[in-house]
C-alpha cells in the first residue's frame, strides 16, 4: 500500500490501474523463485561490486558483501580483555541461506598469550568460530576463511568479532594498549542463498520487488508492452516513484523495456490488456481488487 502521506497516493485510481494490473500480471507470469538477482547498478565498482549477486543455472545465488558495504566505514577495533565490534546484516524474505562463509583479514597483538587469549566470531550471540592467536603468527596481516553454520542466520543478524585478550598470568590492566587486533572492514561475508516460492498476492507489496532487508541498491525495470501513452506514463513514473522512496539510502535505478523482459531479475510490467503484453510473458485474465482508498 502506498503511503497515505505519499503525494502520488491522491492521483485518480484510473492512472493507477495499468500499474496495479502489471505487478498481477509479472507475479503470475514470472515467479520469484524463477528469476536471478538484478544485475549491480552500473558506476558501482571495487568493493562495492562485492554485494552483487552472482546467480547460478539452478537459482542457487552467492551474495558477497564487504564489511565495509555493511556499514564499517573503517576497520573493526578490538580493545581490552573483551573488546566487541561487529556489522550487521540481513537475508530478504525470497531467500533461504543454504551456506555462509567468513573471509577475515585480521591482525593481533604481539603481547597476547596464546594459550589465554583468542578470537571469537558470533552470529547473533552465538559462537560461530573460535581464532588462536599463536606467537608465529602475531603482528602479520592474516587471512582466514571461516564456515559460518546457516542455521544460525536468521532474517535480521548481527554478526561480531570479540577478542578475548589477556597480557600476563599476574594482574593486569584491562584496558592495557597491549590488548589489541584489528579486523579489516575488506573482509567479505558470503552468503550462498537458494530461492523461495512467493505467493502471487498483491498483499505481499512492496516485495518481491523491494524488499527492506535487503541493503544493495534498488534496479527494478519498467517494461512497457508497446510505446507508451501518457497515462501509461504517468502509472510508471508513480510506481518508480513510490519504490524509489522506499529504496531511500541504498538508491534505485528504474531502466525501461520496450516489448521485452529483462535478461534476470524482477521487473514492472505496464500493460492494459493480454495483447499488450511482451514476448515470453504468459497473461491470465484476472479481475483486479480495488485499492483501499
Known amino acids: 500500500m502506498i503511503p497515505k502521506r505519499h503525494p502520488t497516493a491522491r492521483l485518480p485510481r484510473k492512472r493507477m490501474l495499468p500499474a496495479m494490473l502489471a505487478l498481477v500480471l509479472t507475479g503470475t507470469a514470472v515467479p520469484v523463485s524463477q528469476l536471478a538477482a538484478a544485475p549491480a547498478p552500473a558506476g558501482l565498482a571495487g568493493a562495492e561490486m562485492l554485494a552483487a549477486a552472482q546467480p547460478t543455472e539452478s537459482g542457487v545465488r552467492v551474495h558477497r558483501t564487504s564489511f565495509k558495504d555493511l556499514g564499517a566505514l573503517f576497520p573493526l577495533q578490538l580493545r581490552g580483555v573483551d573488546g566487541t565490534s561487529g556489522v550487521a546484516f540481513s537475508v530478504r524474505n525470497d531467500e533461504v541461506v543454504t551456506g555462509a562463509r567468513l573471509k577475515l583479514n585480521y591482525s593481533y597483538s604481539p603481547a597476547l598469550l596464546p594459550n589465554l587469549s583468542h578470537i571469537k566470531v558470533l552470529v547473533n550471540e552465538q559462537v560461530a568460530a573460535t581464532i588462536p592467536v599463536t606467537t608465529q603468527q602475531a603482528g602479520e596481516n592474516l587471512q582466514r576463511e571461516i564456515v559460518i553454520p546457516p542455521r544460525l ?81 504517468q502509472a510508471a513514473g508513480t510506481m518508480s516513484s513510490w519504490f524509489g522512496a522506499l529504496a531511500g539510502f541504498r538508491g534505485a535505478r528504474f531502466p525501461s523495456l520496450v516489448g521485452e523482459l529483462p535478461a534476470r531479475g524482477n521487473a514492472v510490467v505496464m500493460v492494459a490488456g493480454k495483447a499488450q503484453a511482451p514476448a515470453g510473458l504468459t497473461c491470465q485474465t484476472s479481475r483486479a481488487p480495488p485499492w483501499p482508498w
Open 153 to 233: 542466520i536468521t532474517e535480521f543478524n548481527r554478526l561480531n568479532l570479540q577478542l578475548i585478550g589477556h597480557y600476563t598470568m599476574e594482574c593486569e590492566d584491562p584496558l592495557h594498549s597491549s590488548l589489541w587486533a584489528n579486523v579489516g572492514n575488506d573482509s567479505v561475508l558470503e552468503l550462498t542463498v537458494a530461492p523461495v516460492a512467493q505467493t502471487n498476492d498483491l498483499a505481499l507489496l512492496p516485495q518481491p520487488f523491494f524488499d527492506r532487508r535487503d541493503v544493495r541498491p534498488l534496479e527494478l525495470p519498467m517494461v512497457f508492452g508497446a510505446v507508451p501513452n501518457t497515462g501509461t506514463l
